[in-house]
């Protein structure tokens, strides 16, 4: 290794005079060995030594042994070794989150900038506790020089990371779209777990290696110029100089620490990726939708392309640095007498693996099955969810569907109510692929005072413990009041009212005993005073304004209780799926509402401090003439 780096011509193949292999008690007779022992700082004189003075690391007289140049080598390959099987584990987000359940983490939009101080710190706490076991046993030495000597040791584990960095990578949904996790305008939702580990840990090396440099070709060049020695280690010595460059030119070019998001292409934006083209995208109720598609065959060779290079050039760093100390170890003699190996291995292992330790980016588990996936941001604490029961009327489609969806992810569990059994299945089994939530699905038809009374009694023998009750559920009708039948009529009173009124009362008593609870009605804008007749029927809007009366008794009824009352009045919906791409779209200013608003709204509402109660809440589009 030691003349892998060596130009032909300029270093000569034999050892310089008054040069020994490392651990040779014979240079105890030497006199370029004996004058230096113990000694790494003042000034040189005859005859010189074969190393520099500051890297001289031995006692002033030595009894035993020492450690020669393939048991140092071995050190460090075993310490690095241990490091390099350990970092992938350390450095992964989801590992760390299991391991520390969840006490690490919350990532901020700019504390990556802050995180390599604490990589750099703890390499150098490391190699001053490793200077200070070492100085502590040879009390002569300079215990600085001790320390800068073993920052130019070979370290192996910064290409992991950087490799890991370039071809790890999970696919996120679309509620991630609020956190600061994914940024979808560059990662199409594409999240490299080991991101941020690999800026952290590439500034560190950065820095480690400039100082590696600096002392490196500082302490060689003092030696005086008619040293063979300098001139046996003058191309390593060289080559170590050039080593945060060619850092530099990787952190910049193959694995940019600039790019926080999306893959680790060199200067490349995302529109002009390799593999995009235009596509039609044609759904199964035959809807068409144009947009910029991407090659996954293409994306993967150019993802493995950018690895190996990325790895050939950090490679070539860590050679300099084997080299280096392949090289330097032909020559010390007794002067390079390292004691306490095992126990400063340990350390730069132990600080090693703290600081590739991914401090900003553990996020909530929400994953069931071992998989570890990640919530979105919320305004209020979004623990106020996890774990608790909420009942959902009108589970089976449009809004109720949506919000047991997203309820279930934030770490609720559903009670499914509809009156299509297939359709509540459906939803209970996205919910449990999703987030690994087992929702309970209950028949009930709120037209049908039987089936609400069925549906109430099977919540409080299966379910005692609810939180929350979301009256969504009714039946809607359009159209002229003359073209209105009497089974609609019936049906519309009887949904929204009628069965409205009789689950609440049954579930009432359920939710009394819990220490915090919450009643929300889903009225609509049409229950409002003043609302214009648009869409909805004559019987609807009636039904909806007795559901609001039924409302405000509730709140001056269960005042001092427990149990929270929420009334909300979404105007027209478009039916948007937690499961569907729209869900994720933003909207203009001029354009309608969707369900992401609603259950949005309500999530915010139910996650509220328990001194918070939002009594009303309307919503409706920007540009609206619904009110008058």
Not at 74 to 87: N, S
Not at 549 to 557: H, K, N, S, Y
Request: proline share 5%; net charge positive.
């Amino acid at each position: 290794m030691g003349i892998l780096f060596s130009r032909p011509g300029r270093e000569s193949s034999s050892l310089p005079a008054g040069a020994f292999a490392a651990g040779n008690i014979s240079s105890l007779n030497s006199s370029s060995i004996v004058p230096y022992l113990g000694v790494n700082t003042g000034l040189y004189s005859a005859p010189l030594p074969p190393i520099p003075l500051e890297w001289i690391v031995s006692p002033s007289k030595i009894d035993g042994s020492c450690p020669n140049g393939a048991q140092i080598l071995t050190w460090f390959a075993i310490t690095d070794a241990i490091i390099t099987v350990l970092v992938p584990l350390f450095a992964y987000r989801p590992f760390v989150h299991w391991i520390t359940r969840s006490q690490l983490g919350k990532r901020k939009k700019n504390s990556v900038a802050f995180t390599w101080t604490i990589t750099f710190a703890c390499q150098l706490t490391a190699n001053a506790i490793v200077a200070g076991l070492m100085g502590s046993t040879y009390n002569t030495l300079s215990m600085l020089h001790i320390f800068t000597v073993f920052i130019s040791r070979p370290r192996f584990h910064p290409i992991i990371v950087g490799l890991l960095r370039c071809i790890v990578f999970a696919k996120r949904p679309r509620d991630w779209d609020k956190s600061t996790i994914i940024k979808r305008s560059n990662d199409d939702r594409v999240e490299f777990p080991y991101t941020d580990a690999w800026i952290a840990t590439s500034i560190s090396e950065l820095l480690l290696l400039l100082i590696s440099a600096i002392f490196t070709g500082v302490t060689w060049n003092r030696l005086p110029s008619d040293s063979k020695a300098r001139e046996y280690a003058s191309d390593h010595v060289s080559f170590m100089s050039s080593t945060p460059g060619i850092m530099f030119l990787g952190m910049l070019a193959f694995v940019p620490v600039y790019k926080r998001y999306g893959e680790a292409y060199p200067i490349e934006g995302r529109r002009y990726e390799t593999g995009r083209h235009w596509g039609v995208t044609i759904s199964s109720d035959g809807r068409t939708r144009v947009g910029v598609k991407k090659g996954k065959n293409k994306t993967t060779l150019k993802r493995v392309a950018n690895a190996v290079c990325a790895t050939l050039l950090l490679g070539y760093v860590y050679l300099v640095q084997w080299a280096y100390w392949t090289r330097y170890l032909e020559m010390t003699g007794a002067l390079f007498c390292p004691t306490k190996m095992i126990q400063s291995g340990a350390v730069w292992a132990i600080f090693t693996l703290f600081a590739t330790i991914d401090r900003n980016t553990v996020w909530q588990n929400r994953g069931s099955k071992g998989n570890t996936t990640y919530k979105t941001e919320f305004l209020f604490s979004e623990q106020d969810m996890k774990g608790k029961k909420i009942v959902i009327t009108g589970a089976g489609r449009g809004l109720g569907r949506a919000l047991a969806i997203v309820a279930a992810d934030r770490g609720a569990v559903p009670l499914l109510l509809g009156r299509s059994l297939q359709a509540l299945e459906q939803v209970r089994d996205i919910i449990q692929s999703r987030s690994g939530v087992s929702a309970a699905t209950i028949v009930c038809d709120l037209s049908n005072t039987s089936s609400v009374v069925n549906a109430a009694e099977q919540i409080a023998s299966s379910h005692p413990d609810i939180d929350i009750l979301v009256n969504n559920g009714a039946h809607f009708t359009d159209g002229a009041f003359q073209n209105q039948t009497y089974s609609q009529i019936v049906s519309v009173i009887n949904s929204a009212v009628t069965g409205t009124m009789i689950l609440t009362k049954d579930l009432l008593p359920l939710l009394k005993q819990r220490p915090h609870a919450d009643i929300h009605n889903v009225v609509s804008m049409s229950g409002l005073p003043h609302a214009r007749l648009t869409g909805a029927s004559l019987p609807f809007r009636a039904a909806k304004a007795a559901q609001d009366g039924f409302t405000q008794g509730l709140v001056e009824e269960l005042n001092g209780s427990p149990v929270r009352i929420t009334s909300v009045y979404p105007g027209l919906i478009e039916d948007v799926s937690p499961t569907d791409e729209a869900w994720g779209l933003k909207r203009g200013l001029s354009e309608g509402i969707t369900n992401k608003d609603v259950v949005d709204t309500i999530l915010y509402a139910l996650c509220a401090p328990p001194n918070v109660s939002l009594r009303s809440i309307v919503i409706e589009r920007t540009h609206s003439d619904f009110l008058v």
